[in-house]
C-alpha cells in the first residue's frame, strides 16, 4: 500500500479556484489508480474524480465535469485535482485514494488506500 497526503485545500469564493495535491509513497506509484472522493457533512462521501495507472486516461462525476481537472506527475508522485468555477456545492473534505491495479476506479471500496482528507469551503 502507498501513503498518501492531501493539501490545498482552504477557503474559496464561489466562481474561484483551488488546487489540490496529493503525495504518494511507495516506489510503484506509476502504476496505480488514483481517485479523489469528497465528503460532505451528513452526507456519505462521493466519487468525484479518477485517473488510470497506464494510459492517464481519466473519468469525472456528472457534477464537477468541465470544471475539475485530474492529472498526476509520477516522477513527483503525485496527483492532482484542478478545481475551476467553484460552487457553494463542492464544498466537502476531499480524499485522494489509490488502487494498485491500472484500469480506473470510481467506487470507494475498489481503493485500498486513503489519505487523511482536506477541507475545501466555498463561501458566497
Known amino acids: 500500500q502507498v501513503q498518501l497526503v492531501e493539501s490545498g485545500g482552504g477557503l474559496v469564493q464561489a466562481g474561484g479556484s483551488l488546487r489540490l495535491s496529493c503525495a504518494a509513497s511507495g516506489r510503484t506509484f506509476s502504476s496505480y489508480s488514483m481517485g479523489w472522493f469528497r465528503q460532505a457533512p451528513g452526507k456519505e462521501r462521493e466519487f468525484v474524480a479518477a485517473?488510470?495507472?497506464?494510459?492517464?486516461?481519466?473519468y469525472y462525476a456528472d457534477s464537477v465535469k468541465g470544471r475539475f481537472t485530474i492529472s498526476r506527475d509520477n516522477a513527483k508522485k503525485t496527483v492532482y485535482l484542478q478545481m475551476n468555477s467553484l460552487k457553494l456545492e463542492d464544498t466537502a473534505v476531499y480524499y485522494c485514494?489509490?488502487?494498485?491495479?491500472?484500469?480506473?476506479?470510481?467506487?470507494?471500496?475498489?481503493?485500498?488506500?486513503w489519505g487523511q482528507g482536506t477541507q475545501v469551503t466555498v463561501s458566497s
Open positions: 485514494a489509490a488502487n494498485p491495479r491500472r484500469s480506473i476506479y470510481y467506487i470507494p471500496r475498489d481503493f485500498g488506500s
Open positions: 485517473i488510470s495507472g497506464n494510459d492517464d486516461s481519466t
